[in-house]
């Protein structure tokens, strides 16, 4: 099975920062990544799908890259309501894994 | 609009079973690919399983393979899974989740989650 590996587990950054966190997968999944947000007590939320195209009403400061093996989620400034847990998922094929989740903090 | 409402979660004794049902309103729940995810408390996210829209094939975690089965209601729009064998590891909440499409695809809408507790 493909395994998916995001970096770093957890950061802390000041309002307003350019924040980035990286999606490996174990194999090529071609554009097959979604990003999802989930905030403290809330349920997951879908950010980004086909690794780079916004899901609708998402904030523009989110951008997602990257394609085969590696990828990124961006926040280009980093806002209060950001505070999160950030989870990749590929969906090529079964299983559909998630990576280990990023924990955003404001410092 | 899309919703999504689990139920059927709460405590069983390890060995026990447990059936989740999730209710879907505003769109045909046979059309779209639906999952099962859990969350562990303090942990990430675990996909579980999956039915495929139309044809309805199935797809399990290796983890929950020959133990869980998932199936769907179309008289009801229901997505269920019934949970045998249940360990302490499977404690967690469970969350239904809506495909994009109907074959396998990202998750673009999520009900609110039904807690799951495997203890004695």
């Known amino acids: 099975d493909i395994q998916m590996t995001q970096s770093p587990a957890s950061l802390s950054a000041s309002v307003g920062d350019r924040v980035t966190i990286t999606c490996r997968a174990s194999q090529g999944i071609s554009s097959h990544l979604a990003w999802y947000q989930q905030k403290p007590g809330k349920i997951p939320k879908l950010l980004i799908y086909?690794?780079?195209t916004l899901q609708s009403g998402v904030p523009s400061r989110f951008s997602g890259g990257g394609s085969g093996t590696d990828f990124t989620l961006t926040i280009s400034s980093l806002q209060p309501e950001d505070v999160a847990t950030y989870y990749c998922q590929k969906y090529s094929s079964a299983p559909l894994t998630f990576g280990g989740g990023t924990k955003v903090e404001i410092k | 609009e899309v919703q999504l409402a689990e139920s059927g979660g709460g405590l069983v004794q390890p060995g026990g079973s447990l059936r989740l049902s999730c209710a879907a309103s505003g769109f045909t729940l046979a059309t779209y690919a639906m999952s099962w995810v859990r969350q562990a408390p303090g942990k990430g996210l675990e996909w579980v399983s999956l039915?495929?829209?139309?044809?309805?094939?199935?797809y399990y975690a290796d983890s929950v393979k020959g133990r869980f089965t998932i199936s769907r209601d179309t008289s009801k729009n229901t997505l269920n899974l019934q949970m045998n064998g249940l360990g302490a590891e499977d404690t967690a909440i469970y969350y239904c989740?809506?495909?994009?499409?109907?074959?396998?695809?990202?998750?673009?809408?999520w009900g609110q989650g039904t807690l799951v507790t495997v203890s004695s």
């Open positions: 086909a690794a780079s």
């Open positions: 039915i495929s829209g139309v044809s309805g094939s199935t």
């Open positions: 989740a809506k495909g994009a499409f109907a074959y396998i695809s990202n998750f673009d809408n």
